[in-house]
Each structure stands twice: as structure tokens, then as C-alpha cells.
């Protein structure tokens, strides 16, 4: 017996060493490649954020209703240990929409860029943790190696791959909010160990602190408690009732102990936060703008997307943007539960699958029926979800045919199977790197995410490697972060707006060197429209792509024909 025990362990021991070998690698390496346009505010944020920590000024830890308050301890702790100078220099809590912080940063010797790479090492950190939880939590419900094949396939599908190297929260939510359900399901419907119940709780206080989004948890666990009351046992429904609102009590009691403790702005001002945070997330998604525009929460004008067309658009980007590995493991799951050897899929194994449905579903309702923005990383927890869902259908499929078929059963073809499996899953990230956001399902004409900044650093790249660089100065649209931290001169923001006689111009360009036009982004922007058709005969000095899509146009003011140098100017 002890002998199986440590067989078990060993074995347990090498998946995990696999497990991190497959993706911290993946995580950390050339991790500073691209910035996205929402990290230069976090990365700010997370400045401001030490500053107050370091001065005490606790309620002015509050910038965002996500509240992102764990990204922030992430970057003021790197903050901490490249630049500890910056709590004393007196500069105060610089603007997120201006250039006051890389300049500061710079005239005192240190680079944003550097702060961005420290900070996401930190993050894979915690992602790698997270990881290895969930795969340990997991192989207590399932088959061990069909929760390595699924954590695996999660953790290095492109999609989740592309934003869990960003400092955009949606990585380190979707593992939390993994962790804490996996963590109750244990403890319902495996072993009654508190730490179980601690430890998913825990988690649902950091995914709290990371996007007020994560409160479909709340809904998820309430259901799982609910749906227990009717399972067969010694225990009258009285009893039942009772330990459900004990067990409830304990997990939400966690997730507030541990949303107060790392959050110091509770310490001093908690109804002022909790207004902040819940009052602008529900008036945003379902008022369509903050309170600081609605003013007032208004029940009575709360509106929900008619016909489901949000629903069906987000299971859209989920097909779009996940791999033919994903899709393959979904469609096995049916055939699972309509398979009668429920020896192979016991109840435990049974309602995980089920669950994590359900939880892929909550945040597709969830972002799909409310107002508000429709960007697929929004439902980073459904694509995690799912495809920890496939990870478990592809793993019951080969232990099926394994016991059907004897051929199945030499040592060595499962192991070859799940490396072909994860290698194609690996690869079809790879073929997108460092953009692994972007990547298409190459069934489907359009997919992933485009201009959420990248090509930007290749642009500057290009625009370093030119002589006197440092003293050059450039227009650039996502100047701020995104195109700025990679470019040694002056980089302004792109200011688009109209003269008296209804020709676009741009905000100081007879100043500038260069002029950078995103126009995968910009081709949609009603002002940016006119600027490109006014520059349509003039033949850029570079031009980006990627994936075969026109990323950027690269102009020389110096170049341009005179009758448009003018028309382009204030």
C-alpha cells in the first residue's frame, strides 16, 4: 500500500515539475516584447499605489472600479525593489493621461519598460502557483493524468497565453476564480477539509480584488450549496439547511477577511470603496457609463441587450479565438455523460465538468446581456473554463478507448498522445508570438483580438535604430506606454480633431519628426477616416503587418507634399 501511496506521489511530483516546465518558460521569457493599451494606466496606477502605501494615504488607493488591487500590489512591489527612491522624490500621484510618469522615471535613470518586465515576472509567479494548485485541486475530483492534460491545455492555450502575459488583470482572475471553484468543489463532493473551504474562499477575495466581474463566483457557489441540500444522505433537510449556511458563512467570511486585510483602503474608508466599486461596476454595466456621469444608480433604467445578440457574439470569439484542441475536448464532454460506465465518471468527476460549464456560461451571460464594453478578453474565465472542460474530455475519451481497445493499452501511447496533443495546443500559440492575443482559429475567416497595441513596439523599434533617435520627436497613436517605453526620443499622443474648414489636422505635427498611424484600429474612427483618406496618395516610408493585416503606417513629416503638410495643420 505504502508503496502505491509513493508511486502516486511520484508520479503526482513529475507532472507538476512538466507542468511548470511547459509554461513558466513561456510566461517569463521575452515577456517586455509589446505593452498593451490597458497596462500603461495600470502600471501608473500601481505607482500611484506605492506612493500612497508608502505615505500612508490608504484611501487614496482607489483608481478603478475593477479595482485591480492585486495588479497594483504586483507592480508597487516591483516598484519596491527597482525604484524604493520613488516614495521620497515628493512627485505625488502622477496623471495616468499624461506623460508626467515616463519622464520622471527617466530623468531619475530608471525606464518604465523595466518596471513593466519586473512586474510581469512577479505575476507569472503567482500564475505558475496558481497553476499548480489548480492542477492538485483538480486530480482530487478527476483522473490525475486527465487534470494534467487539462491544466496543461488551459494554461498554454493562445488566448489565455496572450493575456496572462499582460499586466491587464484578466490572466490572474481567471485562475483565481478556477482556484476557488475547484477548491469547494473539493470540499463538497470529496474530502470535508477546511483548508479546502479556506482556500477557496481565499481565492474569491483575491479574484474580488482583481474585477468586481468575479461576483458571478457568488452565484456559482450559492447554486453548488443549493443543489446539495437534495443529495441522499442521514441528515434531514433542517440539518442540511444548517451546514450549507455554516459552509457559506466560512467561504464568504474568507473572501471578506482577505479583501479587507489586502486592501488598505478598507481600513479606512470601507463603505466609500465598496460604493465605489460595486456602484460603478453595475451602473456601468447596466447604465452604460460610471456613476460620475449617471450620478446615481437608477434601477428603473437598468437595461439588458435584447435577442441574446451579446451572448451569441461572445460564444462567437470563444469559437474564433480558441484552437480545433478546444473544440475537439468540448465535443466529447455530451458523449462522457451519456457513457453508462459511470465507474469511469463518478459523481465528483461528473458535476466538476457540469459546474465548469456553468461557469463559462455565467460570464458569457454575464458580459453578453449587460451594457458595456464587448472585448472577448472580458470572458477570460470562460475561455479558462472551457478549456480546462476539453482538457477532461479529451482525457475520459482516451481512458474510454483504452478500455476498449488493447492496443490502447501500451505504456507508451497515452504519453504520445498527450504530446501530440499539447504540442499542437503549444504550437498553435507559438505560430502567434509575442502576440499570442491575436491568434485565429483557422476555420474561421476572423478571430482573437487586433489593436490592443500590438505592432506598436516594432514601430518604435524602427524608428529607434534611426540616427539622433533620442532627439527625435513622434506623433503616435497609443504614444503613451505602448509605443513610448520602446522609443529613446519625445512621443506625443496622436491629437486628431477638425479645422474651421472641416479638414482633419494633428495637434502639433509641424513639430514632429514622424507621424504614426495605427490603422487597424484607426480605419473605424470617424476622424481617423478623414486623416488616412487625406493621406491616401502618400506613400508611407514603412509599413507594419501582422498576420497579413495592415497594422501601421509610418509617415515622415519632412516627406509629406506640402499642400497636405498644411492641410494637417491647426
Given at each position: 500500500?505504502?508503496?502505491?501511496?509513493?508511486?502516486?506521489?511520484?508520479?503526482?511530483?513529475?507532472?507538476?515539475?512538466?507542468?511548470?516546465?511547459?509554461?513558466?518558460?513561456?510566461?517569463?521569457?521575452?515577456?517586455?516584447?509589446?505593452?498593451?493599451?490597458?497596462?500603461?494606466?495600470?502600471?501608473?496606477?500601481?505607482?500611484?499605489?506605492?506612493?500612497?502605501?508608502?505615505?500612508?494615504?490608504?484611501?487614496?488607493?482607489?483608481?478603478?472600479?475593477?479595482?485591480?488591487?492585486?495588479?497594483?500590489w504586483?507592480?508597487?512591489?516591483?516598484?519596491?525593489?527597482?525604484?524604493?527612491?520613488?516614495?521620497?522624490?515628493?512627485?505625488?500621484?502622477?496623471?495616468?493621461?499624461?506623460?508626467?510618469?515616463?519622464?520622471?522615471?527617466?530623468?531619475?535613470?530608471?525606464?518604465?519598460?523595466?518596471?513593466?518586465?519586473?512586474?510581469?515576472?512577479?505575476?507569472?509567479?503567482?500564475?505558475?502557483?496558481?497553476?499548480?494548485?489548480?492542477?492538485?485541486?483538480?486530480?482530487?475530483?478527476?483522473?490525475?493524468?486527465?487534470?494534467?492534460?487539462?491544466?496543461?491545455?488551459?494554461?498554454?492555450?493562445?488566448?489565455f497565453?496572450?493575456?496572462?502575459?499582460?499586466?491587464?488583470?484578466?490572466?490572474?482572475?481567471s485562475?483565481?476564480?478556477?482556484?476557488?471553484?475547484?477548491?469547494?468543489?473539493?470540499?463538497?463532493?470529496?474530502?470535508?477539509?477546511?483548508?479546502?473551504?479556506?482556500?477557496?474562499?481565499?481565492?474569491?477575495?483575491?479574484?474580488?480584488?482583481?474585477?468586481?466581474?468575479?461576483?458571478?463566483?457568488?452565484?456559482?457557489?450559492?447554486?453548488?450549496?443549493?443543489?446539495?441540500?437534495?443529495?441522499?444522505?442521514?441528515?434531514?433537510?433542517?440539518?442540511?439547511?444548517?451546514?450549507?449556511?455554516r459552509?457559506?458563512?466560512?467561504?464568504?467570511?474568507?473572501?471578506?477577511?482577505?479583501?479587507?486585510?489586502?486592501?488598505?483602503?478598507?481600513?479606512?474608508?470601507?463603505?466609500?470603496?465598496?460604493?465605489?466599486?460595486?456602484?460603478?461596476?453595475?451602473?456601468?454595466?447596466?447604465?452604460?457609463?460610471?456613476?460620475?456621469?449617471?450620478?446615481?444608480?437608477?434601477?428603473?433604467?437598468?437595461?439588458?441587450?435584447?435577442?441574446?445578440?451579446?451572448i451569441?457574439?461572445?460564444?462567437?470569439?470563444?469559437?474564433?479565438?480558441?484552437?480545433?484542441?478546444?473544440?475537439?475536448?468540448?465535443?466529447?464532454?455530451p458523449?462522457?455523460?451519456?457513457?453508462?460506465?459511470?465507474?469511469?465518471?463518478?459523481?465528483?468527476?461528473?458535476?466538476?465538468?457540469?459546474?465548469?460549464?456553468?461557469?463559462?456560461?455565467?460570464?458569457?451571460?454575464?458580459?453578453?446581456?449587460?451594457?458595456?464594453?464587448?472585448?472577448?478578453?472580458?470572458?477570460?474565465?470562460?475561455?479558462?473554463?472551457?478549456?480546462?472542460?476539453?482538457?477532461?474530455?479529451?482525457?475520459?475519451?482516451?481512458?474510454?478507448?483504452?478500455?476498449?481497445?488493447n492496443?490502447?493499452?501500451?505504456?507508451?501511447?497515452?504519453?504520445?498522445?498527450?504530446?501530440?496533443?499539447?504540442?499542437?495546443?503549444?504550437?498553435?500559440?507559438?505560430l502567434?508570438?509575442?502576440y499570442?492575443?491575436?491568434?485565429?482559429?483557422?476555420?474561421?475567416?476572423q478571430?482573437?483580438?487586433?489593436?490592443y497595441?500590438?505592432?506598436?513596439?516594432?514601430?518604435?523599434?524602427?524608428?529607434a535604430?534611426?540616427?539622433?533617435a533620442?532627439?527625435?520627436?513622434?506623433?503616435?497613436?497609443?504614444a503613451?506606454?505602448?509605443?513610448?517605453?520602446?522609443?529613446?526620443?519625445?512621443?506625443?499622443?496622436?491629437?486628431?480633431?477638425?479645422?474651421?474648414?472641416?479638414?482633419?489636422?494633428?495637434?502639433?505635427?509641424?513639430?514632429?519628426?514622424?507621424?504614426v498611424?495605427?490603422?487597424?484600429?484607426?480605419?473605424?474612427?470617424?476622424?481617423?477616416?478623414?486623416?488616412?483618406h487625406?493621406?491616401?496618395?502618400?506613400?508611407?516610408?514603412?509599413?507594419?503587418?501582422?498576420?497579413?493585416?495592415?497594422?501601421?503606417?509610418?509617415?515622415?513629416?519632412?516627406?509629406?507634399?506640402?499642400?497636405?503638410?498644411?492641410?494637417?495643420?491647426?
Amino acid at each position: 500500500m505504502k508503496s502505491i501511496i509513493s508511486q502516486t506521489n511520484l508520479r503526482k511530483f513529475w507532472l507538476i515539475i512538466l507542468l511548470l516546465i511547459l509554461t513558466v518558460p513561456i510566461w517569463m521569457l521575452n515577456n517586455d516584447r509589446a505593452i498593451d493599451l490597458d497596462e500603461p494606466r495600470w502600471v501608473i496606477r500601481g505607482a500611484n499605489y506605492y506612493y500612497a502605501l508608502t505615505h500612508g494615504d490608504f484611501e487614496n488607493t482607489y483608481y478603478e472600479y475593477h479595482p485591480g488591487i492585486t495588479n497594483m500590489w504586483i507592480v508597487a512591489t516591483a516598484m519596491h525593489f527597482y525604484f524604493p527612491e520613488y516614495r521620497g522624490l515628493g512627485q505625488g500621484y502622477l496623471d495616468e493621461r499624461k506623460p508626467i510618469f515616463e519622464n520622471f522615471m527617466r530623468e531619475n535613470g530608471k525606464e518604465p519598460l523595466v518596471l513593466v518586465h519586473n512586474s510581469r515576472l512577479i505575476q507569472s509567479s503567482i500564475l505558475a502557483a496558481l497553476a499548480v494548485i489548480s492542477f492538485l485541486l483538480l486530480q482530487l475530483l478527476i483522473d490525475q493524468k486527465a487534470a494534467f492534460l487539462s491544466i496543461t491545455l488551459a494554461t498554454i492555450a493562445p488566448f489565455f497565453l496572450g493575456n496572462s502575459r499582460l499586466l491587464n488583470i484578466e490572466g490572474m482572475l481567471s485562475m483565481f476564480v478556477l482556484v476557488s471553484f475547484l477548491g469547494i468543489q473539493v470540499y463538497l463532493n470529496k474530502e470535508r477539509k477546511l483548508g479546502y473551504l479556506l482556500l477557496s474562499g481565499a481565492a474569491f477575495g483575491l479574484a474580488q480584488l482583481s474585477k468586481s466581474s468575479s461576483i458571478v463566483v457568488l452565484g456559482l457557489v450559492g447554486l453548488m450549496l443549493f443543489i446539495g441540500l437534495f443529495k441522499p444522505n442521514e441528515q434531514t433537510l433542517i440539518a442540511k439547511i444548517r451546514d450549507a449556511f455554516r459552509v457559506f458563512m466560512i467561504w464568504f467570511g474568507t473572501a471578506a477577511l482577505v479583501y479587507f486585510i489586502l486592501w488598505p483602503g478598507m481600513w479606512v474608508a470601507p463603505g466609500k470603496m465598496l460604493y465605489e466599486i460595486y456602484g460603478n461596476a453595475f451602473s456601468y454595466a447596466f447604465q452604460g457609463a460610471r456613476l460620475d456621469i449617471t450620478q446615481e444608480l437608477q434601477p428603473s433604467s437598468f437595461s439588458l441587450v435584447t435577442g441574446f445578440s451579446g451572448i451569441i457574439q461572445y460564444l462567437n470569439r470563444w469559437i474564433t479565438s480558441s484552437t480545433l484542441i478546444s473544440w475537439l475536448g468540448i465535443i466529447f464532454i455530451p458523449f462522457i455523460f451519456a457513457s453508462k460506465d459511470k465507474a469511469l465518471t463518478p459523481a465528483p468527476t461528473r458535476s466538476t465538468m457540469t459546474y465548469l460549464a456553468i461557469l463559462a456560461a455565467l460570464f458569457i451571460g454575464l458580459f453578453g446581456m449587460a451594457q458595456g464594453r464587448d472585448s472577448a478578453y472580458y470572458i477570460l474565465s470562460s475561455f479558462v473554463g472551457l478549456d480546462v472542460l476539453a482538457g477532461i474530455g479529451w482525457g475520459y475519451a482516451l481512458l474510454w478507448a483504452q478500455k476498449r481497445w488493447n492496443m490502447l493499452n501500451r505504456a507508451y501511447t497515452l504519453p504520445l498522445v498527450f504530446i501530440v496533443l499539447i504540442a499542437f495546443q503549444l504550437g498553435s500559440s507559438l505560430l502567434y508570438y509575442p502576440y499570442y492575443f491575436t491568434y485565429k482559429n483557422p476555420f474561421v475567416k476572423q478571430g482573437g483580438i487586433q489593436g490592443y497595441g500590438e505592432g506598436l513596439d516594432q514601430a518604435a523599434a524602427y524608428l529607434a535604430q534611426k540616427p539622433n533617435a533620442k532627439n527625435m520627436r513622434v506623433i503616435a497613436y497609443a504614444a503613451r506606454g505602448c509605443f513610448s517605453y520602446f522609443f529613446p526620443g519625445e512621443s506625443d499622443l496622436l491629437k486628431i480633431g477638425f479645422s474651421q474648414n472641416g479638414l482633419p489636422y494633428v495637434e502639433g505635427i509641424e513639430n514632429a519628426n514622424y507621424l504614426v498611424l495605427y490603422t487597424i484600429r484607426e480605419q473605424y474612427k470617424p476622424d481617423s477616416i478623414e486623416l488616412m483618406h487625406v493621406l491616401q496618395n502618400v506613400i508611407p516610408e514603412h509599413t507594419i503587418f501582422i498576420n497579413d493585416l495592415e497594422y501601421i503606417r509610418i509617415y515622415k513629416i519632412a516627406d509629406l507634399p506640402e499642400d497636405i503638410y498644411n492641410s494637417l495643420q491647426k
